[in-house]
């Protein structure tokens, strides 16, 4: 049964949820200037009222410890708790103006996670400062500004991206003040060298790429890439939000990248969604360490010490050292997985997508026949003639419990179903999915209604999304 009452429709006069002492304070009374004119309305219920109530509003929710969350491009796995209980534990609530030799431990912490993220992707040295992947993203796009201010190098304000790469990369080098140069993908979803080769130039300051890329599909040509870039003066930035699948098994660094970022709140150990708190903590070849942002973390024979300022950096991107409470996820996630382990990450999540196109893929589009790694991209259903769309599929999957996968993303896929199972998804539940999507393609076929005015079974049906993006109704008194 579904849960739908605000907490102002089980308020009753005079219910308190609370009981105060007797206090022996004497009375003050509030100047009537100061008083509100408006009564306060506030709801009335007892304690055990209170809690019902947003326990019952709490299951209304979906998460990834209710169900799959196949969420492509966004690597939406489960995290044990021991990582934030740990990151949870009093001794690490310190405060970031504290003496060096005060806070010895955290200072350890943040340089052996940016060592292990060091060996883990092929670059030298890394700052954890950065908030969010976007912001390292744009801090990447300084250090490459920077690279050719420094070599006086300044007419290279052109930024590559390929037409299939995530909405976050052209924005940041736009906001970081290049300008975008898109090349084409070829029919099999990789980067077009031909393409590539005609924007190539002494304007062309560095290429940002997802490899794999968001089709799901490894840049095989990846090493002859990075070469006409380096070749043409520029540098190549790693957009680690598709790290996962090749954890242990492969390396940026390897692949001729000079500088990555890195979700933590993806593939190490952070929840992902919900507006943070993330982190994205960024690496660069040992050409490129000067730049790095300040606050530097060093380490002079047994101490580690913070440099605040030195003449080589690109300036400052955060206050202190970043988000500290991910940080401390990720390192215990780290250990907790060990460095024999890393590659079962990479193997089981690209295992488990590769089942899942190959269970589908006589029932829905698949635009690319290769082998996908950690997710791939169907085009819709396969028989398209009761016109049931992509949305209706992914409306239809809520009436069984499944979040949707994303959708109509990329965008050089039509009626694109971009499908992430990640590792830590059993053969059970997968097999439930692909179950669930062969029951929605045939209702497709046989009862097309049905999917069309889905879904039927949740407490909101479907939404004119945007009439709710534009005018949100978020309040009470919206409602009254």
Do not use: W
């Not at 708790?81 to 200072?107: A, C, E, M």
């Not at 690279?147 to 970081?176: C, E, F, M």
């Amino acid at each position: 049964m579904y849960y739908d009452n605000l907490i102002f429709e089980i308020s009753k006069e005079n219910h308190i949820g609370y009981s105060l002492p007797d206090y022996d304070i004497p009375t003050y009374h509030i100047p009537k200037s100061f008083k509100r004119k408006d009564e306060l309305l506030l709801p009335e219920v007892s304690e055990l009222e209170a809690v019902r109530h947003y326990t019952n509003v709490s299951f209304k929710n979906f998460g990834i410890e209710k169900g799959m969350y196949p969420l492509g491009s966004c690597t939406m796995k489960y995290n044990p708790k021991i990582n934030q209980d740990i990151s949870n534990d009093p001794r690490f609530s310190l405060h970031p103006y504290q003496p060096d030799h005060t806070v010895q431990g955290l200072l350890e912490i943040y340089t052996e996670t940016a060592r292990i993220l060091g060996e883990l992707s092929g670059l030298d040295a890394f700052t954890l400062n950065s908030y969010a992947g976007a912001q390292g993203e744009l801090l990447g796009l300084m250090i490459i500004k920077k690279y050719h201010q420094d070599n006086d190098d300044l007419k290279r304000t052109k930024i590559i991206v390929p037409d299939s790469a995530h909405g976050t990369n052209p924005a940041s080098a736009s906001v970081a003040g290049f300008d975008v140069v898109e090349v084409k993908s070829n029919e099999d979803g990789t980067v077009n060298l031909e393409d590539l080769n005609s924007v190539l130039g002494d304007d062309i300051a560095g290429i940002m790429l997802t490899n794999p890329n968001t089709l799901g599909i490894f840049e095989k040509d990846i090493l002859e890439i990075a070469e006409r870039v380096h070749g043409a003066g520029g540098l190549l930035y790693y957009d680690g939000a598709n790290l996962n699948p090749i954890l242990g098994i492969a390396r940026p660094g390897d692949m001729g990248f000079d500088i990555m970022h890195i979700n933590l709140h993806k593939t190490f150990s952070t929840p992902h969604g919900g507006g943070g708190p993330g982190a994205g903590p960024v690496g660069v070849k040992a050409s490129l360490k000067h730049l790095l942002p300040q606050p530097v973390v060093k380490k002079t024979d047994e101490r580690y010490t913070i440099e605040h300022h030195n003449d080589t950096t690109i300036g400052q991107i955060s206050q202190f050292y970043g988000n500290m409470g991910v940080i401390i996820k990720a390192y215990t996630y780290l250990l907790s997985i060990g460095k024999e382990n890393f590659k079962k990450i990479g193997q089981n999540s690209v295992l488990n997508a590769n089942y899942i196109k190959e269970s589908l893929k006589d029932l829905y589009q698949l635009p690319f026949e290769r082998t996908c790694k950690h997710e791939f991209v169907f085009s819709g259903i396969k028989d398209k003639s009761t016109d049931v769309h992509t949305l209706d599929i992914a409306k239809r999957l809520l009436d069984f419990d499944i979040h949707p996968p994303t959708i109509y993303f990329p965008l050089v896929v039509k009626e694109a179903i971009m499908i992430e199972p990640p590792e830590t998804e059993s053969k059970d539940t997968v097999d439930h999915f692909i179950d669930v999507m062969k029951t929605v393609a045939k209702e497709a076929i046989t009862d097309p209604e049905t999917v069309k005015t889905a879904p039927h079974t949740t407490v909101v049906r479907r939404l004119d999304e945007a009439e709710a993006a534009r005018n949100p109704r978020v309040k009470y008194r919206d409602l009254i």
